[in-house]
């Protein structure tokens, strides 16, 4: 057994350093914990204010650390680290000889230098940072180090510091049910079923509120497939509950709060929240979807991005937060959190899309760096996920799979049918997914939902980024190979995908051939698919090729997100907004009766009938 983990940490150190080809460094990998030495000394000293956090329901708090180091150096940092108590005895040995075991065996949630708000740090050894914290379900520390991340010296530790009721529900994520008349809502807690029973009380704005049950899920340490996950970036992700709100009516306001009925009869609640419920199937009225891959996360106090990770993370958060009255479901196509096995990071993503996720639909498929593992069923070998396996994903966020492992589905919203497919598993022609895409874009009924949407993480379509103009195909290996033919045959309007963290349109097109010389507008038989990389929302930006494919219609090397809007049954406004200042900077619209999406196409319709 002590072999085992001597070989597991081992590994974990040679993963720290590792990087995706296209998705940089997660900050906290630099940070080399396990190599960590203790020096306290006397005349160094760090503290955090205030004590307690969140008197009067917040879950949300600013600190200030202050401290003092009498060897002071440029590479000195501060490390935010939950559980507050540092416990070697819980880390398995370094070095199976020696027993050794490290003094932290795990990493922290963030970090900034030292010296970020004083440059006068190096001469004087006094300074003070702000940090600002989340409810994660413990209580927390700040740790001084000297020595830089890559040779960590422990030189003083903090007060610990906590939240009134660490245990509280927080950072609901509101998701489309397998109905349209379902409403499911996911939160996070500390409390297991053995401590309290999880609920949602909720109803029509005004009307008598209703209690439905709510299920419990958690995952394990051994439940991860790799490191850092599994070691150094493990940390418990509490518990998760989801309620399924049924029977809703069409486009009301419905009020909800969550809540724990504890076993001595009281109740801890959340916040109070609204969302609207979806409209009818085909019901002809204003429907707005926001969709884009690769958002990611980052600090609003500046801790971790010292490597510009997710540079536009927080400009798109804010700018659809800010428009939020304007929007009635988000499709987040994959690459969620980048947390690449540092388990904290998915607190801080569903605290950062709260906002969103707990007022509208928050629907999500699956990236690389959600699910990819050697060895672990995914499609691609790859160590995109950090070992997490897509285990975090499928249990943190609600989606309408019949199988969650399984990452693909479909819902619908009104006058749109979306097909959401799994990269990340097979999806050629003979595989399941392929049997599933093909079943899902067959199902929709035209005459009531016109707007018919395929969306998946990688790019199985079209884009001139630069690696796959190298590749030469400008596409996914294999990608679009079996699937345009179900494009074409059921008449997909556009295809959306992530994981090329720019913008680009193509034409319509079918078989590498632009099907219609229009840009701005389109009209009449539906020909062609239009093809949509909108993988710009946050991480650091991809770069084009520098020849532009003649199917290319618009590519920017910017951050931004994609907004639909169907006026009614035969009209679609098309928008690229930039997440900086929110405006369109690429648009077209759509204009067509049923009688066009019935007619008959090349590879279309069947090439003989019965009456033939």
Same mark, same amino acid.
């Given at each position: ?287 707005? /979807? ?5 958002? !990611?996360?980052? &600090? @609003? +106090?500046?801790? *971790?991005?010292? =490597?510009? %990770? ?49 007022? /509208? ?5 699956? !990236?690389?760096? &959600? @699910? +990819?593992?050697? *060895?672990?069923? =995914?499609? %691609? ?232």
């Amino acid at each position: 057994m002590v072999w085992f983990w001597v070989l597991v940490l081992f590994t974990a150190n040679l993963k720290l350093g590792l990087t995706h080809i296209h998705g940089g460094e997660q900050p906290l990998a630099k940070i080399n914990i396990l190599q960590t030495t203790v020096a306290l000394h006397e005349s160094a000293s760090i503290s955090a204010e205030p004590v307690l956090l969140g008197l009067k329901g917040e879950d949300t708090e600013w600190i200030t650390v202050n401290f003092v180091n009498p060897k002071p150096s440029l590479d000195d940092w501060v490390g935010v680290f939950s559980p507050a108590k540092f416990d070697p005895s819980a880390c398995p040995p370094v070095n199976e000889r020696k027993k050794q075991l490290p003094y932290i065996c795990s990493a922290p949630i963030k970090y900034k230098y030292a010296n970020e708000s004083s440059s006068y740090y190096e001469k004087t050894g006094t300074a003070s940072l702000r940090f600002q914290l989340i409810n994660q379900r413990a209580d927390f520390s700040f740790a001084l180090f000297s020595g830089g991340l890559s040779d960590p010296i422990l030189v003083a530790i903090s007060n610990p510091i906590s939240f009134t009721n660490p245990k509280a529900p927080l950072y609901p994520r509101l998701a489309q049910g397998k109905s349209w008349s379902e409403m499911t809502v996911t939160w996070t807690s500390g409390y297991d079923i053995d401590e309290a029973v999880p609920f949602v009380e909720w109803g029509r704005k005004g009307d008598l509120q209703v209690r439905s049950p709510a299920g419990t899920l958690t995952f394990k340490q051994n439940s991860m497939c790799g490191s850092p996950a599994s070691t150094v970036g493990w940390r418990d992700p509490g518990f998760i509950h989801t309620s399924f709100l049924k029977d809703l009516w069409p486009n009301f306001i419905y009020m909800y709060r969550m809540g724990h009925l504890l076993y001595n009869g009281s109740v801890v609640w959340s916040k109070t929240y609204s969302f609207k419920s979806s409209p009818y199937p085909g019901q002809n009225s204003l429907q707005r /979807v926001v969709i884009f891959g690769d958002m !990611g996360k980052a &600090e @609003r +106090d500046g801790s *971790n991005e010292y =490597s510009d %990770y997710q540079p536009g993370s927080l400009n798109t958060t804010d700018q659809l937060i800010r428009d939020l009255d304007n929007i009635d479901i988000v499709f987040h196509i994959g690459d969620l959190t980048y947390s690449n096995g540092y388990i904290s990071q998915w607190d801080q993503f569903t605290a950062q899309v709260e906002p969103i996720a707990s007022t /509208v639909p928050y629907m999500i498929a699956s !990236g690389n760096h &959600e @699910r +990819d593992w050697p *060895n672990s069923g =995914s499609f %691609y070998d790859t160590p995109d996920s950090g070992g997490e396996c897509g285990v975090p994903a499928e249990t943190m966020f609600y989606y309408p799979a019949e199988n969650k492992a399984k990452f693909w589905y479909s819902t619908d919203y009104g006058l749109f049918h979306f097909c959401i497919a799994d990269s990340e598993h097979d999806w050629r022609e003979g595989s399941e997914q392929y049997r599933f895409i093909e079943q899902c874009l067959a199902s929709v009924d035209r005459h009531r939902q016109p707007w018919l949407i395929f969306s998946a993480h990688r790019v199985l379509g079209y884009s001139s980024n630069d690696w796959y103009s190298q590749e030469g195909a400008y596409e996914e290996p294999m990608g679009r190979d079996g699937l345009q033919k179900l494009w074409q045959k059921y008449k997909v309007d556009i295809a959306f995908y992530g994981h090329v963290h720019n913008y680009e349109r193509s034409c319509p097109i079918y078989q590498n051939q632009c099907v219609n010389k229009e840009k701005n507008h389109y009209s009449g038989t539906v020909n062609g698919t239009i093809h949509v990389v909108v993988g710009g929302a946050g991480s650091h930006l991809s770069k084009f090729s520098q020849l532009i494919p003649y199917w290319s219609i618009y590519r920017d090397y910017d951050f931004g997100f994609v907004k639909l809007t169907a006026f009614n049954q035969s009209s679609l406004l098309f928008e690229y907004k930039k997440s900086r200042d929110g405006k369109v900077y690429d648009s077209f619209t759509i204009s067509r009766d049923y009688k066009d999406v019935l007619a008959c196409v090349h590879d279309g319709c069947e090439p003989t009938t019965l009456a033939s």
